[in-house]
């Protein structure tokens, strides 16, 4: 589709090493899932607001 084979992948994947270090993967990571994540529920609409404060019910 855009071209992308295995070779460009692993050079990409270095430079993301390169740029954020090897520590900070896992929390980039999580961000990334997070996002995704909160991106589809935002498209399907299920993103609801609760408008009555936790305490009060």
């Given amino acids: 589709m855009f071209g ?3 070779p460009e992948l692993l050079i990409v994947g270095a430079i993301v090493i390169l740029i954020f270090g090897v520590g900070k993967l896992p929390e980039i990571g999580s ?7 909160n991106f589809k ?6 993103d ?3 408008l009555t404060p ?4």
């Fill in 4 to 6: 992308f084979g295995i």
């Fill in 31 to 37: 961000s990334v899932g997070k996002a995704i994540s």
């Fill in 41 to 46: 529920k935002a498209a399907d609409g299920k």
């Fill in 48 to 50: 609801q607001i609760e």
């Fill in 54 to 57: 936790k305490g009060e019910s």
